[in-house]
């Protein structure tokens, strides 16, 4: 198992920055990916950013430029910066990584950004 920590979050206004952290423990040997999704009120929980061993990574259109996902030496902690916030950016963001075939899930942290 994998007992993943999100925080960071809070409110801010437009235009404005964040830095999320998501901390991972448990058995993290051999973890091959870690990532952001989000979900808005009402909405699916959609793919933010995700960083691959090996290097590449995955952003959604509507944040490329703005978002940074970055990751640690020891693949257990992943951080998303997150510059020039827009309203449409609130929403629960949720830690993922994928060990293996398994994937799990942090239980969220809020991101709210005011107009």
């Known amino acids: 198992q994998v007992q993943l920590v999100e925080s960071g979050g809070g409110l801010v206004q437009a235009g404005g920055s964040l830095r999320l952290s998501c901390a991972a423990s448990g058995t993290i040997f051999g973890i091959n990916a870690m990532g952001w999704y989000r979900q808005a009120p009402g909405m699916q929980r959609e793919l933010v950013a995700r960083?691959?061993?090996?290097?590449?990574?995955n952003y959604a259109d509507s944040v490329k430029g703005r978002f940074t996902i970055s990751r640690n030496n020891a693949w257990n902690t992943v951080y998303l910066q997150m510059n020039s916030l827009k309203p449409e950016d609130t929403g629960l963001y949720f830690c993922?990584?994928?060990?293996?075939?398994?994937?799990?899930w942090g239980q969220g942290t809020q991101v709210t950004v005011s107009s």
């Open positions: 960083i691959i061993r090996g290097g590449s990574t």
């Open positions: 993922n990584v994928n060990r293996g075939s398994s994937t799990f």
